[in-house]
């Protein structure tokens, strides 16, 4: 079965081919450049790259995987969570490609792509998986952070998520506040190296221990009154401890909160996804605790398969197509910015 998968929830303008569940190409069409100077992510600025870039990204997926719309059965398509205007292109396209070319069509929950990004295989069907579920899943970028249960494939539980910003914008939030680019992330991520992590105190909110819930605006507002006064030169010459004390932070709640659930729920196996799982010291972080638990932990095995992609949302459509879960409706098909997974 060969799959077009469609992704446009946030600044990514994505497209990927699958045969199954192998990814034969996986297009990125990044608008970092254009949201730099704001510091986040403009929606009608993203709504306009996305109109003018997912043709050629479409027409650049078939094309790399040797491939034409004839030859494509299913279309796959992320319709939320998002951003409204970002996500209605994508699920625009696909539904134009569905009813001009007669195919089938398959609404995908972002997060779910995520989360099955670890199941992606290339071509050549490596890496081969076997997960066993239970499992425990800790998701984390910049639109979202959540703990959530896997009981099989398509069955999810969510048991702790954040109540306001999540981890990877606490992240890029304060990297703005040190005066740094978009997106800040991978920027604390390279002072940190060279940081004293304890260079700064701050809080750990919501530290009871029967919440799975995270928390990281009183994180973000401790920070900031830590800083405010500061010169700019005195922040200048103080980036790396204070890259490695806020990114130490939000790690360490993290994991505190994963760990309880692990302990909770005595999973199987343990699985992370999400842009933020590009971070290195997160990754070594989350297999030290897998370790202590004597538990498998899996992860996506190619940084483009950490942060937006449409190769994991090819992955959630073949699912998908294997339980028949097709939309009935093309025509009425619609984005929806807070959809559930």
């Known amino acids: 079965m060969k799959i077009l998968a469609i992704e446009t929830s946030c600044d990514d303008t994505c ?18 450049n254009l949201h730099a100077k704001w510091g986040g992510v403009v929606p009608d600025i ?21 491939t034409t719309m004839d030859n494509i059965e299913v279309i796959a398509v992320t319709i939320g969570p998002g951003l409204a205007p970002a996500l209605g292109v994508g699920v625009n396209t696909a539904k ?12 995908v929950n972002h997060v779910e792509g995520h989360i099955l990004a670890n199941l992606a295989k290339n071509r050549n069907g490596k890496p081969e998986r076997e997960i066993e ?41 304060a990297a ?10 991978p920027i604390l991520e390279r002072l940190a190296e060279d940081g004293d992590s304890g260079f700064l105190e701050l809080p750990r909110p919501m530290a009871d ?12 507002t401790s920070f900031y009154y830590k800083i405010k006064d500061w010169p700019k030169e005195k ?12 990114q130490t932070a939000v790690f360490e709640m993290l994991l505190r909160k994963y760990k309880l659930a692990i302990e909770k729920c005595e999973p199987k196996s343990l699985m992370a996804c999400g842009g933020v799982m590009a971070n290195m010291t997160l990754r070594k972080q989350l297999r030290t605790l897998a370790r202590k638990f004597k538990l498998p932990i899996f992860m996506p095995s190619k940084k483009i398969l950490n942060t937006d992609n449409a190769g994991m949302i090819g ?10 879960e097709y939309v009935e409706d093309v025509e009425g098909l619609d984005r929806d910015p807070r959809y559930k997974i």
């Open 315 to 324: 992955v959630v459509g073949y699912y998908k197509a294997m339980r028949n």
């Open 46 to 66: 993203a709504k306009r790259a996305h109109q003018a870039n997912i043709e050629p990204v479409v027409a650049t997926a078939l094309k790399r995987a040797s």
């Open 15 to 32: 497209a990927a081919v699958m045969e199954n569940d192998r990814i034969l190409s996986n297009v990125v069409s990044s608008q970092t």
């Open 209 to 220: 221990k029967k919440i799975l819930d995270y928390s990281f605006s009183g994180l973000k």
């Open 133 to 173: 579920f239970p499992a425990l899943v800790l998701t984390v970028s910049g639109g979202h952070t959540k703990i959530i249960l896997v009981n099989s494939i398509g069955n999810y539980a969510v048991i702790g998520e954040t109540l306001d910003d999540a981890a990877g914008e606490a992240l890029d939030k």
């Open 235 to 246: 922040v200048a010459k103080n980036l790396h401890g204070l890259a490695a004390s806020y």
């Open 176 to 185: 703005k506040l040190m005066g740094l680019g978009y997106p800040g992330g």
């Open 96 to 107: 134009e490609l569905a009813l001009k070319h007669g195919k089938k069509l398959i609404a």
